[in-house]
């Protein structure tokens, strides 16, 4: 009797392993990623032109260092799933990235990178320099409405991301105050936020992603960093009403 | 209401404020599910800040009657010091926790998140601007508040003894002035104080006017049953407001008028919300919760009661034990069972240092060479009479 047992529990842990060693599941709950906010121009370029153009504005937590690095960010990463998923469109996305900036400092490079890139979508992740500065809430939230209103007047959509879930530098600095601001910014000016503190947060809670995990390589980094992209992907997908896939998960 | 006896009422909800304060102070801690901020506008720093006022202004309101202007000045000024001892010695702590983080931390995931540490490197700069509590870390913000409202206290607490009506107009013109220009004092590196001293004073200062017979002339308005309805009101509306803050999906409930007026509930300057709600949970708790409560005097209530006693080295230990649950957190485990022992094991330790500290007053007070106790002490809510 007890046989049968031992080698079918030895066949579940090695499935388990087998399973562990597979994709991560950081599937995200839908309401984290889809909401009402349309990206119009990404429907229509899709649709009409064939080609999308996504330009990421952002600050360190867009990039990761390293010869991979590039293409193992969210992204490249959110370039190469879109891609796939949009077959026979010209998908491009460009990284606007530079550690340190505020929001408004960004802000204030927005119209020139309008003309620049001339991109459909802008991803723009803002939040934690200006948290770890205390930058006063009302000046983050005039640099946000600067930058999304610049966007908009090129004819441009645009999605906001908050900041990243750390929980080991939690302690040092209130980001809930700026994640805030911007989901009420985003919300005013009726465009998609990603969420990316809860949704961060989430796959910390269901055991996802141990985040508060060390290591020197970019063993953890790359593999989040796949699913932001991912993640990013579907919301794009679905706020541009390109149903091309038939499931909404991010997976 | 008050009259000369202590009221308990102050030390216990001042005691489990504390307790509060101390699980929201704890990052991604699942146990703060339960404290009062995610039922309603107002948090445990109303409590706290308008107990504090209430003490002050009964300890001291008495020492100035009883030993002049000079003195309960005095007595007031050295308490702003002692929070002041108190508030670097945290600093401290809090500096041996993230140098420690900083140096035994690398992730490339959150190489961003390490420029927190940037300020290590002036450490000249950094440090006097903590000294000058301009530079205050996240969650080190209440007592620099406290500090500045004792400093304000002694002109305040004079006219509140003189003119209490005046007084208390004052306060309100000074927060009505605050919210107009803007007023705040200024922060380092950048930004203005977390808690606004001129929009918070107006707290203390109620809690001090209540004190200091406001209580008893309220007492018509407080007891009657409009009052309990409409506080009861306020408090359902606000729980609803805060429901779809945590409910996907149901913000598309609160129609975008009233989000125009409701938003954004500003805790920096204490939102006329924050405010209301504070005063519609007094109003509801103090019809259920008598001050001659028989149940006050019961052992269960004991330990939420000397903590409420001893409020500022319980407040400090507080900060103390958050910084030592989340280190916890980040070098064990961050897990649900973590964070439920990191918060009960936190508040049985501030139950026992404050019966430690109850202990050694009493032990202090009977010695028979100690000098006699004449100094007041704020943290005796009533103290004796």
């Not at chain 2, 200091?212 to 009101?233: K, N, P, Q």
Request: glycine fraction near 6%; proline fraction near 5%; aromatic fraction near 12%.
């Amino acid at each position: 009797m007890k046989l049968p047992v031992g080698v079918f529990a030895a066949f579940l842990a090695l499935l388990g392993v087998a399973v562990a060693d597979d994709r991560p599941t950081c599937e995200i709950p839908p309401y984290l990623l889809f909401g009402n906010n349309e990206l119009k121009r990404v429907t229509a370029v899709v649709k009409d032109d064939r080609r999308l153009t996504v330009a990421v504005v952002g600050t360190g937590s867009s990039a990761l260092a390293g010869p991979d690095g590039p293409s193992s960010a969210y992204p490249g990463r959110l370039q190469e799933v879109l891609r796939q998923r949009l077959p026979g469109v010209a998908v491009k996305v460009v990284t606007l990235v530079r550690s340190r900036q505020t929001a408004d400092d960004m802000a204030k490079g927005m119209a020139k990178l309008m003309v620049d890139e001339r991109p459909d979508l802008v991803v723009w992740q803002s939040g934690t320099i200006d948290a770890i500065r205390r930058i006063e809430p009302d000046d983050f939230r005039a640099a946000l409405d600067e930058g999304i209103e610049a966007v908009q007047k090129a004819g441009a959509d645009i999605i906001l991301m908050n900041m990243q879930y750390s929980p080991r530098t939690e302690i040092m600095v209130a980001l809930d105050p700026y994640a805030d601001t911007m989901r009420v910014v985003a919300q005013q000016h009726e465009v998609p936020l990603f969420d990316r503190l809860s949704i961060m947060r989430h796959w910390s809670d269901t055991g996802a992603f141990d985040l508060y995990a060390g290591g020197k390589d970019n063993f953890l980094a790359s593999r989040v960093h796949d699913c932001i992209g991912r993640g990013m992907a579907a919301m794009i997908l679905d706020a541009a009403h390109l149903h091309v896939s038939e499931h909404k998960a991010a997976q | 209401m008050v009259t000369t006896g202590r009221d308990l009422r102050l030390d216990l909800f001042r005691g489990i404020a504390l307790w509060l304060i101390f699980l929201d102070h704890i990052p991604s801690n699942l146990v703060a599910w339960i404290t009062i901020r995610n039922y309603g506008f107002s948090d445990a720093t109303e409590i706290f800040v308008f107990v504090s006022g209430y003490t002050a202004a009964f300890v001291y309101g008495k020492e100035m009657r009883e030993r002049g202007f000079v003195i309960a000045s005095a007595h007031i000024l050295r308490r702003a010091w002692q929070i002041y001892v108190a508030h670097v010695f945290l600093f401290a702590i809090y500096l041996a926790e993230i140098t420690y983080v900083a140096t035994s931390f690398e992730n490339p995931l959150y190489a961003e998140e390490m420029n927190i540490l940037d300020f290590l490197k002036q450490p000249d700069v950094t440090i006097v601007q903590a000294l000058l509590l301009k530079f205050k870390p996240a969650n080190m913000d209440v007592l620099p508040l406290y500090i500045v409202l004792l400093l304000l206290f002694p002109p305040i607490l004079w006219l509140l003894r003189l003119q209490s009506t005046v007084a208390l107009a004052a306060s309100a013109l000074l927060y009505a002035l605050t919210w107009h220009f803007n007023w705040n004092l200024p922060s380092y590196p950048s930004g203005h104080w977390y808690f606004n001293p001129f929009a918070w004073q107006l707290l203390f200062v109620f809690g001090a006017w209540c004190a200091l017979g406001g209580a008893e002339r309220l007492a018509g308005v407080l007891h009657s049953r409009i009052t309990l309805a409409v506080a009861v009101a306020y408090l359902v509306f606000a729980f609803l407001i805060t429901l779809t803050w945590v409910l996907p999906g149901t913000s598309q409930f609160v129609p975008s008028w009233l989000e125009e007026v409701i938003y954004p509930i500003d805790k920096v300057n204490l939102d006329v919300l924050r405010f209301a709600h504070f005063l519609a949970l007094a109003v509801v708790t103090v019809h259920f919760v008598p001050s001659d409560w028989p149940f006050l005097n019961s052992v269960w209530l004991r330990p939420a009661i000397i903590c409420g006693q001893h409020s500022l080295e319980i407040f400090c230990l507080g900060i103390f034990l958050s910084f030592a649950a989340h280190f916890a957190m980040t070098e064990i485990s961050g897990g649900f069972w973590m964070q439920v022992l990191a918060s009960a094991l936190g508040i049985v330790i501030m139950i026992a240092a404050a019966g430690l500290l109850t202990w050694y007053k009493r032990a202090e007070g009977r010695h028979p060479g100690s000098r006699p106790k004449k100094t007041p002490d704020a943290d005796l809510a009533g103290g004796e009479a």
